[in-house]
């Protein structure tokens, strides 16, 4: 195996800022075999330093580049008959797979079938005007927040300076009588 390329191997350091990754990312590639590895004695005192392969770091690089962005506006290939280009077009829009379309939407119809089942189904429960309606007289505090539409600071404030009431039970619990009242 020809091992003159460590003298030219690139540092961690130098891997991450290349390839934007972190070490991790470099140490998961070099144990897959991506990215070829070896101790090199590097500095003046001669420390060890492992160092990657330049050719497998370039070769990720290229593999992580995405290609050229498409151009909005392209010349036109025309002449305005002396010899110059009539000017600059609009880009025709790239191609669309049509299946992948079908498939992005049935995804999507999908998922909003299944959070459409989810949904309550009770009127009692959607949102009204303070929040979710609910029958229940005392509240979590995450309920008190929903419910009032205060925040969560606001309210823990409020219990702590006295003038909202709430007993702590496992966390605190809120009466509605008492949330009206603010």
Request: cysteine-free; proline content about 8%; charged content about 25%.
């Amino acid at each position: 195996m020809d091992d003159t390329w460590r003298a030219h191997g690139l540092t961690n350091d130098e891997v991450m800022d290349r390839l934007r990754v972190g070490i991790r990312t470099v140490q998961g590639w070099a144990k897959e075999g991506r990215l070829r590895h070896a101790r090199d004695k590097r500095g003046e005192r001669g420390q060890w330093v492992t160092v990657y392969h330049p050719d497998d770091v370039a070769e990720l690089a290229a593999e992580r580049q995405p290609g050229p962005p498409t151009p909005f506006l392209v010349p036109v290939t025309a002449s305005n008959g002396n010899g110059h280009s009539a000017g600059l077009q609009i880009a025709p829009p790239p191609a669309v797979d049509p299946e992948g379309v079908r498939t992005m939407a049935a995804f999507v119809l999908a998922v909003l079938t299944e959070l459409r089942k989810d949904a309550p189904q009770d009127p009692q429960a959607t949102q009204g005007a303070q929040g979710p309606q609910t029958e229940k007289p005392i509240l979590t505090l995450t309920e008190a927040v929903q419910w009032s539409g205060w925040s969560r600071t606001y309210l823990l404030r409020k219990i702590h300076t006295g003038t909202l009431k709430a007993e702590k039970d496992g966390g605190w619990k809120i009466r509605k009588t008492d949330l009206e009242q603010l």
